[in-house]
């Protein structure tokens, strides 16, 4: 979806380098999640963020961190890059107010191919 | 605990014949239903989605059945083309929940 957008798209890193994934979106959405995807496991919930104010943990938060720096802007970020954390990391948005309130649909956008060495 | 499962991992169709994709659910209290498309290299496109107070819901050439009482899901996609070829999850939530719970996806080939 081109009104989701995530940079880098690959990127390839060392054991223990700081790196960071960015996600913008163009929706006006209020909520922002960031999934990784494995192959076998499917999508795993990391941080999702329901405004600027709210940042909330997922499944499997330890060893990453997360910033929303604008309604537009949800940052991923890999204090410490490990081997297992070589995945596809995908960034999504959703509006509750589009479904009442209690229910949303979730927008991906093309994801971040991420290789640590 | 509870999850969203697939019957099939693979599903290999002529072009031109009818897809069924199937899913069940195990969470009784999800009331919001979604199916994604995952092309590759690409992240997964919505599709359709119903909610548990439907049974059935259509699309462009897609059609969304629930069958709450044994907690099953399906996706039916009429005359298969090639560009239907993709990895195809199926995905909950419920009211009391923030997040969907996604299927692990079912391949869909589509043979020319």
């Known amino acids: 979806d081109a009104d989701v957008t995530q940079t880098p798209r690959n990127r390839i890193t060392k054991t223990g380098k700081r790196i960071m994934l960015e996600c913008s979106q163009t929706k006006g959405h209020d909520r922002m999640y960031w999934y990784r995807q494995d192959p076998g496991l499917g999508l795993r919930l990391i941080y999702y963020?329901?405004?600027?104010?709210?940042?909330n943990k997922g499944e499997i938060s330890d060893g990453y961190s997360v910033s929303r720096q604008a309604q537009a802007k949800f940052s991923l970020s890999l204090e410490s890059a490990i081997p297992n954390q070589t995945a596809l990391y995908f960034c999504a948005t959703s509006d509750h107010r589009l479904a009442g309130g209690s229910t949303d649909t979730q927008y991906f956008g093309p994801g971040t191919r991420l290789t640590v060495l | 605990g509870e999850s969203v499962g697939l019957h099939l991992p693979t599903l290999s169709v002529q072009e031109g014949d009818n897809s069924i994709i199937n899913c069940a659910y195990s969470n009784s209290a999800s009331d919001y239903f979604i199916w994604y498309k995952q092309e590759s290299g690409k992240g997964p496109q919505f599709i359709i989605d119903i909610r548990s107070n439907m049974d059935k819901r259509q699309g462009q050439r897609v059609t969304v059945l629930l069958n709450k009482t044994v907690k099953h899901l399906s996706l039916q996609i009429a005359a298969t083309q090639p560009g239907d070829s993709a990895v195809y999850f199926c995905a909950e939530n419920n009211w009391s929940n923030y997040k969907l719970t996604f299927g692990k996806g079912t391949l869909l080939t589509v043979n020319p």
């Open positions: 963020s329901f405004d600027v104010k709210d940042i």
